[in-house]
């Protein structure tokens, strides 16, 4: 069945350092990833998406890693700052269909960065 | 930037009574969502709307909750007779083509 699931539940870093935030998929048949965060009484903040055509895709101080073939995403945060502590959530959504936008989220890694 | 929005952001409701979660898409998008995230947990799809009709579904979406795009600007949801286990916090998101979802702050749902 569809999951979306995350290696690391807790991640604490210090400030300046970079991060990495694994997610693992089941479903191949998704064509589109997207990272977001979430802080405390917040609904989910769109960081960065990538799609199956690509591997990579970079924006400001983040990069999404996508390996199609183990069926594993990565969000890497650069020069990390406490203003990047939250919840980050992976989601996959399939190709089309009735499915279309249908996000299935992960369990969310807690990510605590000390000044 | 525009917002989706959401009201109320807290609602205490009474087992067995009907609540109406109320939500402003950005203006431009065609495509809604209801998720729900219960404490603790990860964010769950519950309905996707498209073209005044539903798309999809989930399981949690039983036949007590409904959604609504009464005007050009407004997407209800419904849920006819609550229970103890709705008790959590509802996001509404929306999208225009090929673009990602942008989610509203939520509103959280207390059953007693």
């Known amino acids: 069945g569809e999951s979306v699931g995350l290696h690391l539940p807790t991640l604490s870093v210090q400030e300046g350092d970079n991060s990495i935030i694994n997610c693992a998929y089941s479903n191949s048949a998704s064509d589109y990833f997207i990272w977001y965060k979430q802080e405390s009484g917040k609904g989910p903040q769109f960081i960065i998406d990538?799609?199956?055509?690509?591997d990579k895709r970079q924006g400001q101080r983040v990069t999404v890693l996508l390996n199609k073939t183990v069926k594993h995403l990565s969000l890497q945060i650069a020069a990390t700052q406490p203003g990047d502590s939250a919840v980050y959530f992976c989601?996959?959504?399939?190709?089309?269909?009735?499915?279309?936008?249908?996000?299935?989220f992960g369990q969310g890694t807690i990510l605590t960065v000390h000044p | 930037e525009p917002e989706v929005t959401q009201t109320p952001s807290h609602q205490v409701t009474q087992m067995g009574q009907e609540v109406i979660l109320r939500c402003v898409p950005i203006?431009?998008?065609?495509?809604f969502y209801w998720y729900r995230q219960i404490l603790g947990q990860k964010v769950e799809f519950l309905v996707s709307?498209?073209?005044?009709?539903?798309?999809?579904k989930s399981e949690i979406f039983d036949d007590q909750f409904s959604v609504e795009r009464p005007d050009g600007s407004n997407f209800t949801l419904k849920i006819r007779s609550t229970k103890l286990e709705d008790s959590a916090m509802y996001f509404c998101?929306?999208?225009?083509?090929?673009?990602?979802?942008?989610f509203g702050d939520g509103t959280r749902l207390s059953i007693l």
């Open positions: 203006s431009n998008h065609l495509y």
């Open positions: 989601a996959e959504q399939p190709s089309g269909g009735t499915s279309y936008g249908k996000l299935t």
């Open positions: 709307f498209y073209n005044n009709e539903i798309s999809e």
């Open positions: 998101a929306s999208h225009s083509d090929h673009q990602p979802q942008h």
């Open positions: 990538i799609r199956s055509n690509m």
